[in-house]
């Protein structure tokens, strides 16, 4: 059900764009809730960071990754290692991930599935 919202080659249309977002967005919701949990019990960070939605600074951190990581697996997928316009992408999803929000940082990411190949 879930399997076409992982494929990071596909092109999708608007709606299609919406539901990556929503569902990567849960996704990194649950990978850093459960790296703060993990990280906390070894001693590693300190357990009182807050929610994932007040913004911290360890779920900034595991959100620009994710980011990272995620814009690079969808130019490497789609063979976009020379247009500049996705490097540029990812770059701003990176950097508005990092500055602003990791929410807004999966928007240029989420949009960069409606690109059409040449």
């Known amino acids: 059900m879930f399997g076409k919202y992982f494929d990071v080659g596909e092109k999708r249309d608007f709606v299609g764009a919406f539901m990556f977002f929503i569902v990567h967005l849960i996704l990194l919701v649950g990978i850093s809730s459960v790296a703060l949990h993990f990280f906390a019990m070894t001693g590693i960070v300190d357990g009182t960071i807050g ?12 959100g620009s990754l994710f980011v990272m990581w995620l814009g690079g697996m ?7 290692s020379n247009d500049i316009m996705s490097i540029i992408m ?9 500055t602003f929000s990791v929410i807004l940082g999966l928007v240029p990411i989420a949009l960069m599935t409606t690109i059409h190949d040449k």
Do not use: C, D, P
């Open 51 to 62: 929610s994932f939605f007040e913004g911290g600074q360890f779920h900034t951190i595991v």
């Open 74 to 80: 969808m130019v490497s997928k789609r063979n976009k």
């Open 90 to 98: 990812v770059i701003a999803g990176i950097y508005l991930a990092w």
